[in-house]
């Protein structure tokens, strides 16, 4: 195990999870709309937006995880 005491570090992997919470609420309010995503072009409706939402929560949660485990 590997410990970490560079603050620049975490102070990064909490803007990226910040991004990743920000992100999996905006696409939560779609889904939830029934609403549909353009990625790269492609039109995707709610029922790919769930699943992609399914695989945002599970990431976020490892993030999280990695913070109790790191932080003091």
């Known amino acids: 195990m590997r410990i970490i005491n560079n603050n620049n570090e975490i102070t990064k992997c909490d803007e990226k999870l910040d991004e990743k919470i920000e992100k999996f609420r905006q696409l939560t309010e779609v889904a939830a709309?029934?609403?549909t995503i353009t990625i790269d072009g492609v039109t995707y409706d709610s029922v790919f937006i769930w699943r992609m939402l399914a695989k945002e929560a599970l990431d976020i949660a490892e993030q999280q995880?990695?913070?109790e485990i790191h932080e003091d």
């Open 33 to 35: 709309e029934q609403g």
């Open 65 to 67: 995880e990695w913070f």
